[in-house]
């Protein structure tokens, strides 16, 4: 360190709500980091350091202050709440830093907003990062995955310091270089996507095992223990089974008994089904748990079909054992096609905003830290790296052959749930999502027909080239034409 940079933070983080205290610690902890605090509210920065002294953090009561305590290149780490505050942090900083400082967003930011502020501080000549940043408060305290966008450049400095702090799986950090402007938040985006129909999933599961199994919350956390031995092994897998075990002081209810049945959203997973209608890729399980957990807060319209018949047919279990293998494999393959969707997704992503996106760092960074870390993103990894430009995750060998395997019990499932009338939306809408892929052909010829008849959109025909158009009334003949621009 120069003797200009003695004694400073070559770190700093602004905003010290939990994410971002939690984070400064973990910095502080890590050799070689001196790291610097600043919250508009000074209370939080005195509290942070009067309980944390062994941090040795350099705490400031000023925007000015903090930005003198920071050594050159300034690095600092925005954990402030998405939106405006975030702007008005950047804007504070960005009058301050030099050419060549680094200005990080560590919040969930929307990536194209993103890529706005990439490109505005930019023109400063001051580096701006956009991080993804997952694995909750205990994630940023011990170790979370990292998802840092921004320049080559930026890297350089930072890659080190986010190395220092994030998850390690099998050896290696969970933290890589996404792509330029906004490729981290669009990939943490993508990740939370994953998680909201990973999450809609095991929660499929676990209402069938309980109304068709008869099973009580205490034994299915006891089905879901031994599932994660296996490979369903993943965080949330091991959280659900904990959720389950838990009993309620007051009542002695099961707490999933207690908990109101209305699901909340900080609107991640809504920015990933509208990102990806936008790019025209499929996520079709995302969006039904999107939709899941909007039904679900639909109270009045709930309490309005109370009590109107259900032609259901009870399900009827003679090999329980079978049963639960069978919601074993359904989960494990609807999984499978909605972590397929989400690297689509990236893929897609990628080639519209021209990032260069490694699909496989990626799964290898979602291996620790992360919410949605699992045991098959060391396959994910093993596919894209066997074949970078592998265009579908499930028709690789490892995904085609558990997807074939699970085939059988995956349609009973879907079957049985849909004839006892329990809703496992995101269970069917991956099923028919894969067989749409499957089918030889689709039925997206007819509404390309419908298409045509009333706006004239034209159509392609199998037999030869060419743009066609029915003369629909008359004598209803076919004439080859431009493209229509209705």
């Known amino acids: 360190m120069t003797s200009s940079n003695a004694g400073k933070a070559n770190i700093g983080v602004v905003g010290l709500a939990v994410m ?3 984070l ?9 980091n001196t790291v610097a605090v600043y919250n508009r509210s000074v209370e939080r920065t005195q509290l942070l350091t009067s309980e944390h002294p062994e941090a040795g953090f350099i705490a400031s009561e000023t925007i000015d202050d903090f930005v003198a305590s920071l050594a050159k290149p300034r690095t600092a780490i925005i954990m402030v709440q998405a939106g405006k505050g975030t702007d008005a942090v950047i804007a504070q900083l960005a009058e301050r830093f030099e050419p060549g400082d680094i200005i990080v967003d560590g919040g969930n930011a929307l990536f194209t907003d993103t890529i706005r502020r990439e490109a505005e501080v930019r023109a400063k000549g001051i580096n701006f990062v956009g991080a993804g940043i997952s ?3 205990e994630g940023a305290l011990k170790g979370p995955s990292i998802m840092p966008g921004g320049s080559e450049e930026a890297y350089k400095t930072l890659g080190p310091i986010l190395s220092s702090i994030a998850a390690v799986a099998e050896g290696e950090p969970c933290v890589t270089h996404v792509g330029t402007d906004g490729a981290g938040h669009f990939v943490k985006m993508i990740h939370n996507g994953i998680e909201y129909a990973d999450m809609q999933l095991i929660a499929e599961a676990y209402d069938i095992l309980r109304q068709a199994g008869a099973y009580s919350p205490a034994e299915i956390a006891a089905i879901f223990g031994e599932w ?5 092994e993943s965080f949330l897998i091991e959280i659900t089974a904990e959720v389950l075990k838990q009993v309620d002081a007051k ?19 809504v920015w990933t089904v509208q990102t990806a209608l936008n790019l025209g890729t499929p996520v079709s399980g995302i969006a039904e748990a999107v939709f899941a957990r909007s039904l679900s807060s639909q109270a009045s319209q709930r309490a309005a079909v109370d009590g109107l018949p259900a032609d259901a047919t009870a399900w009827t279990i003679e090999d329980k054992v079978a049963f639960v293998e069978d919601v074993r494999r359904a989960l494990y393959a609807s999984k499978l096609v909605a972590y397929a969707q989400g690297f689509d997704a990236i893929r897609a992503g990628a080639k519209e905003y021209g990032w260069n996106i490694n699909l496989g760092a990626v799964s290898k960074i979602w291996r620790g830290g992360c ?3 699992a045991q098959f993103l060391n396959r994910i990894t093993e596919a894209y790296e066997a074949d970078p430009g592998l ?5 690789a060998p490892y995904f085609a052959d558990a997807i074939a395997q699970a085939q059988e019990a995956w349609r009973r499932v879907v079957i049985a749930a849909t004839q006892a009338g329990i809703p496992a939306p995101a269970f069917g809408s991956s099923l028919s999502y894969y067989d749409a892929l499957r089918a030889e052909r689709l039925p997206a010829a007819l509404v390309q027909g419908q298409r045509d008849f009333f706006g004239a959109h034209t159509y392609k025909r199998v037999d030869k080239p060419g743009i066609f158009h ?9 004439i080859e034409t431009e493209p229509s621009s209705h």
């Open 228 to 232: 994660n031995k296996g490979t369903l």
């Open 251 to 269: 009542t002695g209810k099961p707490l999933v008994d207690v908990i109101l049945d209305q699901a909340g959203s900080k609107g991640t997973g």
């Open 24 to 32: 400064a610690r973990n910095l502080a902890s890590r050799e070689g």
């Open 371 to 373: 919410i949605i870390r």
């Open 470 to 478: 029915t003369l629909w009334s008359g004598d209803r003949s076919e």
């Open 135 to 137: 694995g909750g408060e």
């Open 391 to 395: 265009v579908l995750l499930l028709s």
């Open 20 to 22: 971002g205290s939690n």
